[in-house]
C-alpha cells in the first residue's frame, strides 16, 4: 500500500519561502515520477509541479516558474518542493502524488495520480 506523507506547510508572509517536503513508502520511489499538486479554497486542485523518476525531466505550471522548484532524493524516498517569492495566490491545501505505474514520465493531470498525500496547508498573507 502506497503512502505519501507531506510535511513543511505553514504560514508565512508574501515574499517568503517554505520547503515542502514528501516521503513516500509502499512503493519502488525511485521508479517512479512525483508530483505535487494545490487546491485554493473554492477552486478545484490544479497541477502545479512534477519531476521523472531520476529528476532530469521537471514541469511546472506557469505561475509558478521561477520560483519554485521541484527536487527528489531517492535514497531518503523523498520529494521536495521549494518555494520561494511566495504570494498570497499560492496559499492553498499542497498535496504530494504518486502515479498509477512507473509507465508514466512526469505527471502532469490528476487523472494519471494513483495516489495522494493527506495534503499539507500554506498560507501565504500580503
Known amino acids: 500500500q502506497v503512502q505519501l506523507v507531506e510535511s513543511g506547510g505553514g504560514s508565512v508572509q508574501a515574499g517568503g519561502s517554505l520547503r515542502l517536503s514528501c516521503t513516500a513508502s509502499?512503493?519502488?520511489?525511485?521508479?517512479?515520477?512525483m508530483g505535487w499538486f494545490r487546491q485554493a479554497p473554492g477552486k478545484e486542485r490544479e497541477f502545479v509541479a512534477t519531476?521523472?523518476?531520476?529528476?532530469?525531466?521537471?514541469d511546472y505550471t506557469n505561475s509558478v516558474k521561477g520560483r519554485f522548484t521541484i527536487s527528489r532524493d531517492n535514497a531518503k524516498n523523498t520529494v521536495y518542493l521549494q518555494m520561494n517569492s511566495l504570494k498570497p495566490e499560492d496559499t492553498a491545501v499542497y498535496y504530494c502524488?504518486?502515479?498509477?505505474?512507473?509507465?508514466?514520465?512526469?505527471?502532469?493531470?490528476?487523472?494519471?495520480?494513483?495516489?495522494w498525500g493527506q495534503g499539507t496547508q500554506v498560507t501565504v498573507s500580503s
Open positions: 502524488a504518486a502515479p498509477k505505474s512507473t509507465y508514466y514520465n512526469i505527471i502532469l493531470i490528476q487523472t494519471d495520480v494513483g495516489s
Open positions: 519531476i521523472s523518476w531520476g529528476g532530469g525531466t521537471t
Open positions: 509502499g512503493l519502488t520511489f525511485s521508479s517512479y515520477a
